[in-house]
């Protein structure tokens, strides 16, 4: 008979989530789930047109309608009337001028959806229609009058770096342009505000990224002090991005305080698309210099990145973009212009990738035609240039982190490919699906590779510290962070860290709000890292002191007792008690802030140690084409990706899986389409998302080795999944069509025509 | 009371001209997403689900017919007899939503709402459906081809319900196809139902023009070639003369060169599998 | 609003009163706002997501499409009603216990699709389950926990049957 040790649930297992029983009963509070006692419904007027000077604004009609409490405009807001993540150059309502299509102009709260609904289309806006700037280059051009205060240039930055005289025979160009992508999280946004009973300050709950950063843009608007605005995670359905600028906060608080009585706002799925920033645009144009074996010599590089009405996070965006210039390859010289613009677009700003996916799709796209022009394997050319840890990068920068890249391709390589196609296959394998389009001989098959490094936490001296603080107390710990859970798993994570270091079981976590320090974002593929870091130092600085205490008790030195299992034991000696019994009737809090090593912003060359780490990543994708209709069914995806430690393995499936399925929209349906800055698709009947048929076989190895730099030796792993497989779902089309085909998402008649 | 759920024609119909403005509703799949997105606020419905006649499905082989109530769900013809009865109307039933819609969507809706994209239209068209409608007073049966009259157009008047569709059975090969940018759950870009009955091959045509269109031109040619002589080139050629009969538009979802050229494709395929070559 | 309704509803087995309601509202918006039912969500307002699936008359439907007012005299089931027992269902369970949930929002109206193909048919295939599942849409997952929630109810109903 074996005797099985019960599996814990520490760093390592796949615990599940301590939410999953309330989600799948329906039972967790989304943010839209949320009431309170005589609560009002807010909703948002917003503009027609994609640029328009506001003539008047008329509210006697939206005032009239029983059951309408309050109408608001930018008249009406009482602190700074613009907020932004980076600069502060987007109006909490629309003043003089309308800058996009589905700007806000004005708010209403009413007794019922449909009231607000009526009060809204009764408020007569009078608008002078202005011809929009929509197309990046006469941005750049100035070839038209700044649409904003600012300018029309949001960020230039050029990467001049090692001999730009240099040449090589082998030349490879070509100009890639990127659609616009929406995160598409399914709660869309929402929120509950909460005036305090004496009307100084007001409680909000929030489903968003970033508590702090909410808070201090909120406060700023609302002309109140940080501490008079207390932020509440909401529970969150999904973010990708998208929840890290303002969208309805300012309103649903500003309208709570001028009723006295609890608002709530909740967007719509159309409203959503006009309510967030969504993933940029962008053309990319990049040559290569390389060798006849392959080695790249140089890149010639330029960036323009659409960013729309507002700055939003456009400039780190394109920082990150330049900065990748060369992917998770070795290169010597670079010339890099880049650009993030305003125009009368949608603004744009993060989406998982950020950055990064656009100048991947770019880079792998040139390794490709590097590949045909050189005659070498499209692995092997890859494989030839990968970068290494010690290697200088185009910003000068060394790289500094694990580089696992060549086990990463090795490993995707090894994995088996797909079947051949039957002779009578399933109709719903086929591309057109349900839509029984093709017949077995319609169809192609292609292979194609794509392979990235992303980098991590936020970058250019930002310090996006994270706090969390640890309770012991007999025997059980409570954790307390503002780190977003937003579906990504953090709240699951967080009590392993505890489970592992202090030898603990039960484990639960305080409410998510601003009652504690910052965490920083749920973004940039941070919060292992970051958040991860920060309970990991407060649960150290527990364990210390209760071996302290232990140590105290028993007459030993503190520095011979260590954690075994859920044990406190004496390592040269025979003491051993549970961690339960070592802390009976003991109680210790500590509170830990986790800084990564500081960064520095970039010179006008574009060089300085700008990044504080990388993940990499390889993807292989095998798809089958309908040639003549230029439909696609994405087979099978095969993946390695650099983990640096696996800290729960069903987690980190789920995010490979889930990116997978983010970057093959992008690949083959995903992109909201703008036409002389009019949304076109704002829905899910235009807007299209993968379904389950759409869904391709992932093959996936984890591949560890441990960073020394992450606290626990794990990378984020959030962005990795969704960039590279873009590029290599493309080549795959590019390998079974034989079209050359440089965007993104490919549409049927980029195939068949 | 604004909300009508009548159980008998009759008493539908009698509610409607005493209620010229009501907004007729069955599985509210379309009317519902006009009033979610704030295009409708109505103030009276009808609603059809109750009546027993709209329920109900028949094949009637000795007459050579399939009758399909108004209010049967894309569910009921997805399987079973009615798709070994109609197969291009199950295929075409199978592309319509999601499974949760096609347990809700009807006939009477897609006929109701007439969009040169809905899914069961040129099924409908191709099998030279008949349309039954009632008023108070009145009943009338009217071809497919004179009920669709223009996009969201159809000649119902106000006072008038869509009880069903009789549709004739065909004596050969019958299919439907569907192009979509996503395996399942998509709007369609385009779409072919192509139906061979006494030797003669029928072909209409989804969302490339104002309405379904007829491909009445190439029906004619292919039927003078004969289908016992249909080559992979002939079938081709097929596909260019249904393609010129498109009559297609640009819009967010496709371009008109894309839908011709689709639509072409899809004849060219059907009529090939049509004579199983 | 003048046109303002009451009206009955049936849900998970309970007559349930809807007083002064507007007739637009959507079946889906009075189970959240006026009858404290949130399990089913709402994520498109047009039958493209299935996060608000619910049963109508044991038919798997988007309540965001059905008008409420209409939905009288039928057997209406929430995701409320799967375990009015307390205790998870087999589905439920392994949608925990696989990895099928992460932001959660799509996972009420997916456990309903999956419970509503399983009473249909036991032993789907591959095909079957993924167009059984391709109205509901999971932005998070990229599905493939999802289907191995789905494999793992299959294989324990074998072989608990057997």
């Not at chain 1, 194609?448 to 980098?455: L, Q």
């Not at chain 2, 094949?59 to 009758?67: E, L, T």
Request: hydrophobic share 40%; with cysteine.
């Amino acid at each position: 008979m074996t005797i099985t040790k019960t599996q814990r649930d520490i760093l390592g297992s796949s615990a599940l989530r301590p939410d999953g029983v309330s989600k799948v009963q329906g039972d967790f509070a989304f943010s839209s789930d949320l009431h309170a006692e005589n609560m009002l419904w807010g909703a948002t007027l917003r503009s027609p047109h994609p640029y328009a000077r506001i003539i008047s604004i008329d509210l006697s009609g939206a005032w009239k309608i029983a059951g309408v409490e309050c109408v608001i405009t930018a008249e009406d807001v009482p602190g700074q009337l613009t907020y932004g993540l980076i600069s502060e150059d987007q109006p909490v309502f629309a003043k003089d001028f309308v800058r996009y299509m589905g700007e806000p102009v004005a708010a209403v709260a009413a007794d019922h959806p449909e009231t607000c609904r009526r009060a809204l289309a009764a408020i007569v806006v009078v608008y002078e229609v202005l011809t929009p700037l929509t197309n990046p280059e006469h941005a750049i051009d100035e070839a038209r009058e700044p649409i904003h205060p600012d300018g029309n240039i949001i960020r230039r930055q050029q990467i001049i770096h090692g001999d730009v005289n240099a040449t090589a025979p082998i030349v490879v160009e070509g100009t890639y342009d990127i659609g616009m992508q929406d995160q598409a999280f399914l709660g869309t946004e929402s929120a509950l505000a909460i005036p305090d009973h004496d009307g100084a300050g007001i409680e909000v709950f929030v489903a968003t990224q970033w508590l702090h950063e909410d808070r201090k843009q909120m406060a700023k608007c609302l002309a109140l002090p940080e501490e008079k605005v207390r932020l509440v995670l909401g529970g969150v359905g999904g973010a990708f991005g998208a929840r890290e600028d303002i969208s309805l906060q300012v309103h649903t608080a500003l309208l709570a305080m001028r009723t006295s009585r609890p608002v709530k706002m909740q967007y719509g799925r159309e409203e959503s698309f006009f309510g967030h920033v969504h993933r940029h645009p962008a053309q990319i144009w990049m040559r290569h210099h390389a060798n006849t074996d392959g080695r790249i010599v140089k890149i010639e590089a330029r960036f323009v990145f659409d960013g729309g009405a507002y700055s939003s996070t456009s400039s780190a965006v394109l920082i990150n973009g330049v900065t990748h210039t060369q992917g998770p390859y070795q290169c010597p010289n670079a010339i890099v212009d880049g650009y993030a613009v305003r125009t009368n677009n949608p603004p744009c700003g993060a989406m998982r990738g950020f950055g990064v996916v656009q100048a991947c799709f770019a880079h792998e796209g040139q390794m490709d035609k590097l590949a045909v022009a050189t005659g070498i394997d499209e692995v092997e050319i890859r494989l030839r240039n990968i970068i290494h840890t010690g290697d200088t990068m185009i910003t000068g920068q060394v790289l500094e982190s694990v580089a696992p890249l060549e086990r990463c391709i090795r490993e995707t390589a090894a994995m088996p490919l797909p079947r051949e196609m039957e002779a009578h296959p399933h109709e719903l394998d086929l591309p057109g699906g349900s839509g029984r389009t093709a017949d077995r001989r319609n169809i192609v098959r292609g292979i194609g590779w794509g392979v990235s490094m992303k980098n991590l936490m936020y970058s250019e001296g930002f310090d996006d510290y994270s706090t969390a603080r640890c309770t012991l107390t007999n025997g059980s710990v409570e954790l307390k962070f503002a780190t977003s859970e937003v579906g990504q798993g953090f709240v699951t994570l967080a009590p392993q860290i505890a489970r592992s270091v202090l030898g603990v079981d039960n484990v639960t976590y305080d409410t998510i709000d601003t009652q504690i320090g910052s965490a920083g974002s749920t973004s940039a593929s941070r919060q292992t890292w970051m958040s991860g870091g920060a309970v990991d130092g407060a649960c150290r600085m527990v364990r210390e002191r209760l071996f302290e205490h232990v140590g105290a008790l028993h007459g030993i030195d503190p520095l011979r007792l260590a954690i075994d299992d859920t044990d406190v034991v004496d390592t040269i000696g025979s003491l051993r008690i549970t961690v339960q019994e070592a802390s009976t009737n003991f109680t210790v809090s500590e509170t830990f802030e986790y800084h990564h090593r500081p960064t520095q912003d970039l010179d006008d060359n574009g060089q300085g140690n700008c990044h504080v780490a990388f993940a990499f990543v390889a993807h292989r994708a095998v798809v089958d084409v309908d040639v003549e209709l230029g439909l696609v069914k994405v087979v099978q995806i095969a993946t390695a990706q650099d983990v640096g430690r696996v800290l729960n393995p069903m987690s980190v499936i789920g995010q490979i899986e889930g990116g997978i399925a983010q970057g093959l929209g992008l690949a083959v349906m995903e992109e909201i389409i703008v036409t002389n800055g009019i949304v076109r698709n704002p829905s899910f009947t235009d807007y299209l998302l993968p379904t389950a048929l759409d869904a391709p076989q992932v093959l996936i190895s984890m591949i560890e080795e441990p960073d020394p730099q992450a606290p626990m030796g794990a990378k984020g792993v959030g962005e990795a999944p969704c960039i590279s497989v873009t590029p290599a779902i493309v080549a795959a089309i590019r390998n079974a069509t034989g079209k050359s085909i440089d965007r993104c998402p490919v549409r049927p008649q980029d195939i068949c025509f | 009371m604004p909300v009508f759920i009548p159980s008998s024609l009759t008493d539908a119909t009698r509610l409607l001209s005493n209620n010229p403005s009501a907004h007729l509703v069955t599985g509210g799949t379309d009317l519902m997403v006009e009033v979610n997105f704030n295009h409708r606020h109505p103030e009276t419905v009808i609603s059809l689900r109750k009546i027993p006649e709209f329920q109900h499905w028949n094949i009637d082989n000795k007459s050579g017919v399939v009758h399909i109530g108004s209010s049967v769900p894309y569910a009921t013809m997805e399987h079973g007899e009615l798709a070994q009865a109609l197969p291009a109307l199950a295929e075409a039933a199978r592309t319509v939503g999601s499974p949760q819609i096609r347990a809700a969507g009807s006939l009477g809706g897609n006929l109701g709402t007439c969009s040169p994209a809905g899914d069961s239209l040129p099924v409908l068209s191709a099998l030279n459906a008949i349309v039954h409608l009632h008023s108070e007073t009145t009943s009338r049966s009217v071809p497919f081809a004179e009920f669709m009259v223009g996009p969201k157009r159809n000649s119902r008047l106000p006072n008038e319900i869509i009880s069903g569709v009789t549709i004739p059975l065909t004596n050969g090969w019958q299919g439907y196809a569907k192009v979509g940018v996503r395996n399942a759950m998509v709007i369609s870009v385009a779409s072919v139902c192509l139906a061979i009955h006494d030797g003669n091959v029928r072909v209409a045509l989804g969302s490339v023009g104002p309405t379904i269109i007829r491909g009445s031109e190439s029906e004619a040619w292919i039927n003078s070639v004969g289908l016992e002589n249909v080559t992979p080139s002939v079938a081709q050629e097929f596909g260019e003369r249904v393609r010129a009969e498109s009559r297609p538009i640009d819009d967010h979802r496709s371009t008109a060169e894309y839908r011709r050229h689709a639509v072409g494709v899809l004849a060219t395929r059907l009529l090939l599998r049509g004579v199983q070559r | 609003m003048s046109e303002l309704e009451h009206y009955t509803l049936t849900i998970n087995g309970e007559d349930r009163h809807v007083s002064d309601a507007w007739i637009g509202e959507s079946l889906l918006y009075v189970l959240r706002e006026r009858l404290g039912l949130p399990g089913s969500k709402g994520a498109c307002e047009q039958g493209e997501c299935g996060s608000c699936t619910v049963y109508v008359d044991n038919a798997a439907v988007c309540s965001c499409l059905i008008m409420a007012a209409t939905a009288v005299g039928t057997q209406i089931a929430t995701v409320e009603g799967l375990n009015q027992d307390g205790s998870l269902t087999d589905v439920q369970q392994a949608f925990v216990s696989e990895g099928a949930v992460q932001c959660g929002f799509c996972t009420p109206g997916l456990v309903m699709a999956v419970h509503h193909l399983l009473d249909h048919n036991e032993t789907p295939n591959e095909q079957e389950i993924k167009e059984a599942l391709s109205g509901n849409i999971c932005r998070c997952t990229g599905y493939g926990r999802i289907f191995a929630a789905v494999d793992s109810v299959i294989s324990i109903r074998k072989s608990t049957a057997s």
